[in-house]
């Protein structure tokens, strides 16, 4: 399918700040933001909620009739949702469905988005084989994990540092070593570490890196 509007496609480990930076980068171009990884984490909520069995028809039902609004609920960063989430995500079935749902929303936009900007695990080759950017964001694992703490301890989840770092470690095995769209880093992405970056510096960095393919 012919591609319609400029595509910002951003892979990431767990924690990496992938997904603050695309929301950023999404409402600065007024471009469609989408967390691939929650849909995920939406399966992983249904799955441990049925005593964690797997519901193909269930499960597809559900991302089909998945709204954006969906994937903002605060409940999904459940660290044990998180695990699921990645579980669910090597599983072959599955993988299809979500991927088919990201591949037209990339394809298909709502009109009054002037681009469309996903992070994920496999946005950059597979998702967005030909966006117009491609990013790898990553920093390294105690940070992430420092992040991912903080962030659940403003939401009174009760939860220690170390748990957090070695479900970061876990994912981080499970991204990478899946047979199913493994996290990579492509030869066209641009690889940033904002192990040291506040938010708005690593911000200003992409906006750079991206304003010079739109002036092309």
Do not use: W
Request: with cysteine; net charge positive.
């Amino acid at each position: 399918m012919k591609k319609k509007c400029f595509q910002i496609a951003i892979d990431s480990p767990a924690a990496s700040g992938a997904g603050t930076q695309a929301k950023l980068l999404s409402k600065h171009f007024n471009f469609l933001y989408l967390d691939t990884g929650k849909l995920y984490r939406i399966l992983g909520r249904i799955y441990l909620k049925r005593d964690n069995k797997i519901n193909y028809k269930l499960f597809k039902k559900k991302i089909e009739k998945t709204k954006l609004k969906d994937l903002r609920s605060k409940k999904l960063l459940d660290s044990k949702i998180g695990v699921i989430a990645a579980k669910l995500a090597k599983n072959y079935k599955i993988r299809k469905f979500v991927s088919d749902y990201q591949i037209k929303l990339v394809n298909n936009p709502p009109k009054k988005y002037k681009g469309v900007c996903f992070d994920g695990r496999d946005i950059t080759y597979k998702i967005m084989p030909k966006a117009d950017i491609k990013f790898f964001l990553t920093a390294s694992t105690k940070i992430r994990a420092k992040r991912r703490f903080m962030e659940l301890k403003k939401l009174k989840h009760r939860i220690t540092y170390f748990e957090v770092l070695k479900d970061v470690k876990e994912r981080d095995k499970s991204d990478f070593s899946r047979r199913i769209s493994p996290l990579k880093i492509v030869d066209d992405a641009i690889y940033i570490d904002n192990s040291n970056m506040t938010i708005k510096k690593c911000f200003k960095l992409m906006i750079k890196e991206i304003n010079k393919k739109i002036i092309q």
